[in-house]
Every structure is written in C-alpha cells, then in structure tokens.
C-alpha cells in the first residue's frame, strides 16, 4: 500500500528558532513540535554514537506516536568497518527492535562514503550485511558512481533491500540519481535531498554536522522536478520516503513543507 513519508535529516537544530520553530521554543520541545508538522523523521544522531533503546523510544514517546522513523546506520558499520562489525550489528539492531515492534521504523539506512569502491570484498560485505539485518527496512545509500548499475538493482532486489535516489552535486564520481535513473527497488522510494552546493562539497569542514556542503535552498522549480518522481512510486505503489538533508537555515524545513503542499 502507497504512503507517502516527508521529513527532515534531523531536527534538534537550535539555529531554527525563528524559521521553523517558534522563537520561545524550549529545545526540549523541538520533537513534539516536529511531530505536529511532519509525518517522519531520519535520525542521523545514531551515525556518531551508537543508539540506545531508551534513547529511540524516547524520540517515539516525544512525539506521541504521530511519525516513523528512519534511523541511520552507525558508522562504524559503514565508515569505520572492522573485524567485529557484527558486535556493532547486535547493538545497533537491539537498539531499532522497540520501534521496529511498535512499527514506527520505517527505514535502516547504511549511507556508505565516496571510498566505499565497487570492489569484491566490499560486495560481499555489503550481501553479509543486509543478510544480518533481515527482517528490518534496509536502504543502501552509494556515494560513489561504480555502485549504479543493473547488477547491484538486481542484488538488492533479492535481499529485499532498497537503494537511496540521492539528489546531490554533479560532481566527480558522485551519482546523480536522475541522470542515472536510479530504480526504486524492493518496497521503499527512498529520496533524500542533499542540496546542490557544489563549491562546498568538498569543504575541509564538510564532515561536521554544521557543513556548509548541505547550505542550500531549493527553489519551487528544482522542487517541482521531483513531483513527477513521487507520483510514479506511489502509483506503483511504494512507500515513498523524502527527507531533506540541506538543513543549514532551517532550508530542509522550509523546503519539506512546501514540496508536501505541492503533492
């Protein structure tokens, strides 16, 4: 069944008082307030420290049950991969299983870095990786061009697994989703819009929360050209999840909003 999920990565940005959230607004209550606009969120904290049941139940208990949730993969099952991933695996999925029972999780995503190389040891850590997340939402997010091709659709597919239409910089070996025509595989549409910054993209500062690689505002031209996007995958009936990731100036906010009142 088609539903149609749109959000922001992230939401505990204090520089949105006065843009998207009231200026009186006490930063405890920035998820309650969130969860009264908006109908999902990505949460991008658990890619820096590892998430906790307390601490993903509270972001459900917080918003009253009003949106899902996609919670992003921990880096050290993405950037920082040892020997001992899967110790990282049992943590990270006990910490996803409370809202995955109240099913409010709508999406894992494993965003792998620009050196994440279509490689053979790298193929098959990603088919044991989401072999051990079975059962769960999985979306895989490629940063590197070598990853877009049939094959990988195909493997994906059959692990039941989605892939992530990014909408980024046309640079370098960064994949751009429309040029390329990333399919929507497995059950999830998966959008995330990045901004098209590209003077910044590779900005020393750019690994930071606060990088300026994401500092931009998409005008309601550039917003309509993924209307058309959404509407093929909820004909087709998937459940199609967008979550804006240019939240520098509360632009993400902004730009969430006004593309749900264009669809």
């Not at 965003?111 to 490689?119: A, K, L, N, V």
């Not at 370098?172 to 901004?195: C, M, Q, S, W």
């Not at 993924?226 to 199609?240: I, M, T």
Request: hydrophobic share 35%; glycine share 4%.
């Amino acid at each position: 069944m088609s539903e149609l999920l749109i959000g922001t990565s992230g939401y505990d940005y204090p520089e949105w008082k006065g843009t998207f959230y009231p200026a009186d607004l006490k930063r405890k209550d920035f998820l309650p307030y969130y969860s009264t606009v908006f109908n999902a969120l990505e949460v991008n904290s658990s890619f820096y420290s590892m998430p906790t049941c307390e601490r993903l139940i509270s972001f459900w208990e917080r918003s009253e049950g009003r949106i899902k949730f996609s919670i992003k993969a921990n880096r050290l099952l993405t950037h920082d991969i040892s020997p001992s991933w899967k110790n990282a695996a049992i943590d990270f999925k006990t910490a996803l299983s409370p809202l995955q029972e109240k099913d409010s999780l709508s999406a894992v995503l494993f965003q792998f870095p620009q050196s994440f190389h279509y490689t053979v040891e790298n193929r098959i850590y990603l088919a044991k990786l989401i072999e051990d997340f079975a059962g769960f939402p999985v979306v895989v997010e490629f940063r590197h061009r070598e990853w877009i091709k049939p094959s990988v659709f195909e493997g994906l597919e059959e692990r039941k697994a989605g892939i992530v239409f990014c909408d980024m910089p046309m640079l370098r070996n960064l994949p751009d989703g429309k040029a390329l025509r990333t399919p929507f595989v497995g059950e999830n549409a998966y959008i995330r819009l990045h901004g098209r910054n590209a003077d910044a993209w590779y900005a020393h500062d750019s690994c930071h929360n606060g990088s300026s690689r994401y500092n931009y505002d998409y005008s309601d031209q550039e917003l309509k050209e993924f209307v058309p996007v959404v509407k093929e995958a909820l004909e087709e009936e998937k459940q199609v999840q967008m979550f804006f990731n240019n939240h520098p100036n509360g632009s993400g906010a902004r730009n969430a909003k006004r593309f749900r009142e264009m669809v």
